[in-house]
Structures are given as C-alpha cells and as structure tokens.
C-alpha cells in the first residue's frame, strides 16, 4: 500500500484524465526565441543551455514522428501498453507562423500512441489565434499550456534577461485558464538577487493564479551561459544550495503554495559534463525521497501556511 504523499503529484493529477501510466516525450520541433533573434532581445536567458534537458532522441534535425517514434520505442520496452503526451519543450514553441506551429502539433497528434500534448512556452508568446486552436482542441482531447514565469519579481527578470514582466505572465496565465486549457507555470529557485524571504512570496503570488501544475527547480550554472561568466566574475552575487539546505527550502515553498496545485516536479537533472554547480549527485527520485522524508520530519503538507493574497 502506497504511503499518501504531503503534497499532490503529477501521477494523482494525470490519473484523473488517463487510466494506466502515461509517459511525456520531449520533443525539439525547431524553434527560437524572440529574445534570442532580435525581437526582444539576443542571446537568450542568462541561465539558459537547451542541451541541459534534451534527451538523445531529441533533435531538431530530426522530425516531429521520429522523434516521438523513438522516445515510444524507448519506454515500451518496459511498458508496452504505456500511452504518450507530446512535450514540445526546447525554446518557445508557439513561436513561429501559426500555421506552421499547428502542423506540428497535428503531426505529433497522428503519432500512434500519443494522446495529447503539453506545449512550452513564454508568457508574451501566445496570440489569441493560436489560444483559440488550443481551447478547441481542449475540448476533444488532453491539452496544457505550460509558461516559463522563472520569478515573481521583474528585477530579476530583467536581470536575467527574460524579455518579459510578472504582469505578462500573469495575463497570459488568466487568459488560457479562462480557455479551459490545463495551465501549467515554472519557476527557479535561487536565482541571483533574490532572498530567501522573496522566494518564499513567489509561492503566495504563484498560488493567485489559476494554474494546475508548477515545475520548480533549483538554480544551476551550466557551462556555455551568459550567468556562467557572472558567476566567474562576481560569485559573491550568487547563493548555490546544497541539497539539504534545498530540500528545507522546497519544504518551506510547498507549505505556502495553494492545496490544490500539482507540485510536478523540485529539481532539474543537468549533463554532469554542462554542469558546473551545485553538483549533488542524486538522481531525481533519489532527491524526492529525501523532501518526502522531511516533509514526514516536520509534520507538515502541502498549504499548511497558504494564505491567499489580498487585494
């Protein structure tokens, strides 16, 4: 008999709309960034290294099927009647021409297998045309919008180049909830700047929002980034975690977020050879049992010091 966890999990919340497991599959459908090209900016977030969270299987030379093709090849070998989402991850993926962005998406739909789609994107990069085709699609099969928000503050924001404020994100969230789209936000903990305290008020400013799932994840410096040279320059602006002082911290951020949100996941996993720190040497489930074991130390669970924001 499985032990009930202190705060809700992507597994309750995918069971909801899907009987048997169900595998995401990250694909990189070959798109940029509007503050990589020029539109809002060049050279992308500072922390940013999209070789960080790409598996081998995707590749943006390769097409949308194949890439989904090999990722199911992958996984049904342990679970052959597992089923699939769809994860366009790599950069802003409602970036582009509309039409070109809804045939990829179609493409990957026709994938056998696959029985819906997350889509990744920025807060300033989903007009109401391509809302509108997701919310009609919603209606027929499972869809989420998923928002890189990083932070609730637009110090930081602009300090690591985001190209967007909190308020975008915060319209860009209101706008696809009100769709009947499945919302999802992501947010990382430690970026330079922030104090402890001002981490823990993203939980009561995220938790406003009517958003499903949050990802979080700690601050890492990755090789090749523009925050890795800063880093080098002025170490002293940055605090790296070590793993129980980030454990304590996701302890205290899930005690303030909303009941009901899906907490989907605490840490990244980075290539040992892009990263530079914190290097922990844990592999994901290895990390979440360490916050299941403190959350049972503390007594504690998800909301227990929710309060909602006033005003």
Not at 275 to 303: C, H
Request: glycine content about 6%; proline content about 4%.
């Amino acid at each position: 008999m499985e032990t009930k966890k202190a705060y809700r999990d992507l597994a309750v919340f995918l069971g909801r709309f899907f009987e048997g497991k169900v595998q995401k599959i990250s694909i990189n459908a070959g798109f940029s960034c509007p503050n990589r090209d020029g539109t809002k900016g060049w050279g992308g977030c500072t922390y940013c290294n999209n070789q960080t969270f790409s598996p081998d299987y995707c590749q943006r030379e390769k097409s949308v099927t194949q890439q989904l093709t090999e990722g199911i090849r992958f996984f049904s070998r342990k679970y052959p009647t597992m089923r699939y989402l769809a994860y366009f991850q790599s950069y802003t993926n409602t970036y582009g021409e509309t039409e070109q962005l809804i045939a990829k998406y179609e493409e990957a739909l026709r994938v056998e297998g696959v029985v819906g789609l997350i889509v990744g994107t920025r807060p300033d990069c989903m007009p109401d045309k391509l809302l509108d085709y997701f919310a009609e699609l919603a209606r027929k099969q499972f869809v989420m919008v998923e928002y890189g928000v990083e932070s609730t503050l637009d110090r930081t924001l602009q300090r690591i180049n985001r190209g967007h404020t909190y308020a975008e994100a915060e319209e860009a969230i209101r706008r696809t909830a009100a769709q009947g789209i499945h919302t999802g936000a992501h947010l990382i903990l430690g970026l330079p700047g922030e104090t402890r305290e001002e981490i823990l008020q993203h939980a009561t400013r995220i938790s406003s929002l009517p958003l499903e799932t949050l990802k979080l994840h700690q601050l890492q410096l990755i090789r090749n980034t523009r925050m890795a040279k800063e880093y080098e320059s002025n170490p002293d602006d940055f605090h790296l975690y070590d793993v129980d002082e980030y454990v304590e911290l996701v302890v205290d951020f899930v005690e303030r977020i909303r009941p009901q949100l899906v907490v989907e996941r605490f840490v990244s996993q980075s290539p040992k050879e892009l990263l530079i720190a914190p290097d922990w040497g844990l592999k994901n489930y290895e990390f979440v049992s360490k916050v299941d074991r403190r959350f049972a130390e503390r007594q504690t669970w998800q909301g227990r010091l929710y309060q909602e924001m006033q005003g």
